[in-house]
């Protein structure tokens, strides 16, 4: 085990004591070297709870947030992307500042009508049109998160599409049930 995979285990014990220790009030902050979820941009700063918005040659991200994590370890990401060019484009790579890893993931029925998440390629953007990253649909996730970003905190997505664009956007935490 590297010392930077030991680290992380640490955390992760730390946390799921702490959540206990607060008996479901979904806790585990605190800790030193936490990577920090700082702005990059000042989109959203004025107002901490709007959600983020970016814009890089033919794409934009409107809506952008994260919901509080359920639990310490994994977190989702929601937005719209729009792609006002004239060629079909698509979401195929993420990165974030709270994981090492991101997925982009997709929520669908099953026959049995479970709801079943699975790997996606890519997340298709077609020319004039737009894409949605929702709960119950595509979805981006964030994997073997050290630390959990609460409610109030910001996480730093970096989004990479097919044609070569790169948008980076900063995604609020919100509360789960706040859908604005
Ligand atoms: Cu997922």
């Known amino acids: 085990m590297s010392p930077a995979a030991a680290r992380r285990g640490f955390a992760l014990g730390a946390a799921a004591l702490a959540v206990a220790a607060l008996a479901g009030c979904g806790g585990g902050s605190g800790g030193a070297a936490a990577p920090s979820a700082t702005a990059a941009t000042a989109d959203g700063a004025a107002a901490g709870r709007d959600k983020g918005s970016a814009s890089s040659g033919d794409i934009s991200v409107v809506g952008a947030w994260v919901p509080e994590p359920a639990r310490p370890d994994v977190g989702a990401a929601y937005m719209t992307v729009r ?98």
């Not at 910001?154 to 989004?159: I, M, P």
Request: aromatic content about 2%; overall charge negative; proline content about 5%.
């Open 83 to 180: 792609n006002s060019g004239e060629e079909d484009d698509a979401l195929v790579a993420a990165s974030s500042s709270v994981s090492s890893e991101t997925g982009i993931h997709i929520t669908e029925a099953s026959d049995s009508g479970a709801q079943v998440m699975k790997e996606a390629d890519e997340v298709p953007v077609p020319a004039g049109g737009s894409a949605r990253l929702e709960s119950g649909g595509y979805h981006l996730m964030l994997m073997d998160i050290p630390e959990a970003p609460t409610a109030g905190e910001a996480v730093e997505l970096t989004l990479e599409f097919g044609s070569g664009t790169e948008v980076e956007v900063r995604a609020p935490v919100l509360k789960r049930n706040d859908t604005r």
